[in-house]
């Protein structure tokens, strides 16, 4: 289907237990993938949209909730990235301890580098820009910055949780039986 009308119905994907495989960001899939996956057998769809795609032989309704059938297990170790390390402090700077926006976040070393500080989960925490630049290569008891909770490596589960906290802006009504978050889910 060629027109534009198709463009916002994503697929929820859960995975077999009936869980999102990720809520933050939120496990979704394009359309032409959950359709791929439904013809390629890969998922049960359990909830669809009213919209209708066609292919030359066949209609297809759009799914919206989607579960895996094979279990795809979590990863045991999370990756150190700047987004998991910004999950993991919940978005907040570890000085100040006010939430920013992603953009407005950098993270720190807690021992800075040029001290030996290590580029690790063990030492580096989500700060704001001004936080930052006040602790420059300082250590942290010297200048009495110190982080609010001591940086430890994360486990995929705690991630989760803290995904939570932050539901996406659009979520159709279809996928609420399937949602578990902290925030209300009706507006």
């Not at 237990?17 to 960001?25: A, C, G, N």
């Not at 006010?98 to 407005?104: L, V, Y």
């Not at 006040?134 to 940086?151: A, D, E, T, V, W």
Request: charge should be positive; aromatic fraction near 12%; hydrophobic fraction near 35%.
């Amino acid at each position: 289907m060629a027109d534009g009308s198709t463009l916002n119905y994503p697929a929820l994907v859960l995975n077999a237990d009936f869980r999102p495989l990720s809520y933050f960001p939120l496990s979704l899939w394009a359309w032409q993938d959950a359709i791929k996956a439904v013809c390629l057998d890969r998922v049960s769809v359990l909830s669809e949209y009213d919209m209708e795609v066609h292919s030359p032989r066949q209609a297809f309704r759009l799914p919206s909730v989607v579960a895996l059938k094979d279990y795809v297990p979590a990863a045991r170790k999370p990756a150190f990235t700047r987004f998991n390390v910004f999950l993991r402090d919940n978005f907040s700077c570890q000085y100040c301890g006010e939430r920013h926006p992603t953009q407005e976040l950098t993270f720190d070393h807690v021992i800075p580098r040029c001290k030996g500080g290590r580029t690790s989960w063990e030492n580096v925490v989500t700060a704001c820009g001004c936080c930052n630049l006040r602790k420059g290569p300082h250590m942290p008891h010297h200048i009495g910055m110190l982080p609010r909770r001591p940086p430890v490596r994360p486990t995929s589960w705690e991630l989760q949780e803290n995904g939570r906290a932050f539901p996406p802006n659009y979520l159709h009504k279809s996928w609420h039986d399937y949602l578990y978050w902290d925030a209300e889910l009706e507006g």
